[in-house]
T-cell receptor, first 113, second 114 residues
């Protein structure tokens, strides 16, 4: 089946450093969503990207969707301890169900204060 | 207070027993989902339902069953045929359509089979 590959699996940073996680699909995505799961919690929706080359910002978080709609990234500027958690991308492909999301394996971010 | 509830938070069962996990939502969402989460594996889709009385298998449906008799409820049964049932189970729901279709997750049920 179709998969979304996400790297890195883990990232440890010092507070104030930047962080980036990447997702790749071998085929063109219809859209991609990003979720954050705090330790011990459940995933919470962050954003959806639909258009080729789309860039969206939420405070210190910047989300990008590649021109070919095969890759996406989440960049956090100047990390804070509140950013700790696992970040997941989740993709949909054209021709598939509008409902079915395929999640990447996630990137666990830890921040040293 | 709208949202998704899952109960119980922790569940222990003996090997060979079927167990049913509860998921209820009052968000008036048409679509509901069940995921399994194992360490380092992300979320894997078990079953999903787009409308009452209809559901589809996800990527790892073997050993699981679901029903969707009411819009608000989507219970998951982990049967004795599931070879490795110990995991964290997450239920989610969403609106229909191509936009505003983010998934809202419940708090999860951690199932341990002894």
């Amino acid at each position: 089946g179709q998969q979304v590959m996400q790297i890195p699996q883990y990232q440890h940073v010092q507070e104030g450093e930047d962080f980036t996680t990447y997702c790749n699909s071998s085929t063109t995505l219809s859209n991609i969503q990003w979720y954050k799961q705090r330790p011990g919690g459940h995933p919470v929706f962050l954003i959806q990207l639909v258009k080729s080359g789309e860039v969206k910002k939420q405070k210190r978080l910047t989300f990008q969707f590649g021109e070919a709609k095969k890759n996406s990234s989440l960049h956090i500027t100047a990390t804070q301890t509140t950013d700790v958690g696992t970040y997941f991308c989740a993709g949909r492909w054209s021709g598939g169900s509008n409902y079915k999301l395929t999640f990447g394996k996630g990137t666990l971010l830890t921040v040293n204060p | 207070d709208g949202g998704i509830t899952q109960s119980p938070k922790y569940l222990f069962r003996k090997e060979g027993q079927n167990v049913t996990l509860s998921c209820e939502q009052n968000l008036n969402h048409d679509a509901m989902y069940w995921y399994r989460q194992d360490p380092g594996q992300g979320l894997r889709l078990i079953y999903y339902s787009q409308i009452v009385n209809d559901f589809q298998k996800g990527d790892i449906a073997e050993g699981y069953s679901v029903s969707r008799e009411k819009k608000e409820s989507f219970p998951l049964t982990v049967t004795s045929a599931q070879k490795n049932p110990t995991a964290f189970y997450l239920c989610a729901s969403s609106l229909k359509g191509l936009v505003n279709n983010e998934q809202f997750f419940g708090p999860g049920t951690r199932l341990t089979v002894l």
